[in-house]
Nanobody, 125 residues
Framework: QVQLVESGGGLVQAGGSLRLSCAAS????????ATWFRQAPGKEREFLVG????????YYADSVKGRFIISKDNAKATVYLQMNSLKPEDTAVYYC??????????????????WGQGTQVTVSS
């Protein structure tokens, strides 16, 4: 079992930055994939970026390339999402997720077994 706890959301003006954190506890493995999704009201959950738990590989959605950066602190078992140049359309609840499945698709929420509680990000214009 793995537990994920997100933090760092809040209200920011357009053009600003935020850093989200996702602290993991429990039995993680180097082959796990940790990912950030977001969900805006009335919309489907959207894949943003993922990282292999060992830190060896990252994968970004085109919509956030160049603005969002994922990183990981192995000692703290924490994954970060640095969000820059934020836009009002980035307003959503942001979730971190983790999968231990050997067969998985980065962008498919159904392939993730562990989810954080979500953190609200609001970008004002």
């Amino acid at each position: 079992q793995v537990q994920l706890v997100e933090s760092g959301g809040g209200l920011v003006q357009a053009g600003g930055s935020l850093r989200l954190s996702c602290a993991a506890s429990g039995r993680t493995r180097n082959s796990d994939a940790a990912t950030w999704f977001r969900q805006a009201p009335g919309k489907e959950r959207e894949f943003l970026v993922g990282i292999i738990w060992s830190g060896s590989n990252t994968y970004y959605a085109d919509s956030v390339k160049g603005r969002f950066i994922i990183s990981k602190d192995n000692a703290k078992a924490t994954v970060y999402l640095q969000m820059n140049s934020l836009k009002p359309e980035d307003t959503a609840v942001y979730y971190c997720a983790l999968t231990q499945r050997s067969t998985r698709a980065w962008s498919s929420p159904d392939d993730y077994d562990y989810w954080g509680q979500g953190t609200q990000v609001t970008v004002s214009s």
